[in-house]
């Protein structure tokens, strides 16, 4: 039974001190999951940092976990997930031993005030050397990144949720419906995915979708995304993994209020053209499909 998940930092959550695309995202879910007892599964960072030089002083050692903290976690919003510090970050600076040492995790899980066993924990990271030393372990290494005989793999992080909750609890819809939501966002487009309700392998939930937006009224903005609220069905697979997703769009009613609503925010000014802010609510910006959205910015103008 797997009670707490640790994740290393360089190359796995952050790259070139950035959070890897859909990160964030991934650990909103991921902190919503529960073991099999019913307990939050426990989050904490295991990873390799600078040594304190000789002879070793606990204000040494606490000097490097604040250059930690301010310097890696708090910049990059991982903070937020791993708080607080004191109980959820262990560094080899603290632990005194480098990675792959078993000792690491030891003292991590201490820090925890976690009595679960090693093999009752998992490890996501991106170094593929050590896996085999966390597998002799009793621990579940998982890789981010490409495909390694024996070991679970994902290479996108907006997977990464789903793959955890079918190894933390096997066939708890309830986890499964905690995880959808970054994998529904990046395969299907469908943000801010809420789960309303189970039955059998069948969630059902709302999220937002775009839908574009063919009116001449709309002159260049013609053909605009705007994001709707859509009903959304989804299909569990034998294994876990998402099946048929399907969604109940706007309907032509809704469809004609989202153009009269963009019309009007064009007639009122309210919408930035480049470079442009003052007065204004929203923005046009491009997606990662080359798609115009149009999004809002602020609720009021200033």
Not at 95 to 116: I, K, W
Not at 132 to 157: D, K
Not at 177 to 186: E, G, N, R, T, V
Request: glycine residues 8%.
């Amino acid at each position: 039974m797997i009670n707490v998940a640790f994740f290393d930092i360089d190359e796995t959550l952050l790259h070139m001190g950035k959070p890897i695309p859909g990160v964030l995202d991934a650990l909103k879910s991921i902190a919503q999951l529960h073991t099999a007892t019913g307990l939050p599964l426990l989050l904490g960072v295991v990873s390799d940092y600078e040594m304190p030089t000789q002879p070793v002083t606990e204000a040494k050692i606490v000097a490097l976990e604040t250059q930690y903290r301010k310097a890696v976690l708090e910049p990059t919003g991982l903070a937020n997930y791993f708080d607080p510090f004191e109980t959820k970050v262990t560094i080899s600076s603290r632990a005194g031993v480098s990675l792959p040492n078993r000792s690491v995790f030891e003292n991590a899980l201490d820090r925890l005030h976690s009595s679960a066993a090693l093999d009752e924990c998992l490890y996501i990271t991106g170094e593929v050397n050590h896996l085999a030393e966390y597998n002799r372990y009793g621990m579940i290494p998982i890789r981010f990144g490409s495909a390694v005989p024996g070991i679970h793999c994902f290479t996108n992080w907006c997977d990464a949720p789903l793959l955890l909750a079918n190894i933390v609890t096997p066939d708890d819809m309830h986890n499964i419906a905690m995880a959808i939501a970054p994998a529904l966002a990046s395969h299907h487009g469908l943000n801010a995915f809420a789960s309303t309700g189970i039955h059998g392998r069948v969630i059902h939930g709302r999220a937002n979708q775009l839908s574009q937006l063919n009116d001449p009224r709309l002159g260049a903005l013609d053909g605009i995304y705007v994001e709707r609220p859509a009903e959304v069905t989804v299909a569990i697979t034998s294994k876990g993994g998402l099946g048929k997703v399907q969604t109940a769009g706007p309907g032509p009613d809704e469809v004609s209020d989202a153009v009269n609503f963009v019309h009007t925010l064009m007639q009122g000014g309210r919408i930035a053209h480049q470079g442009e802010s003052r007065g204004t609510t929203h923005a046009v910006q491009m997606d990662a499909n080359g798609r115009e959205v149009l999004i809002r910015q602020r609720y009021a103008a200033c």
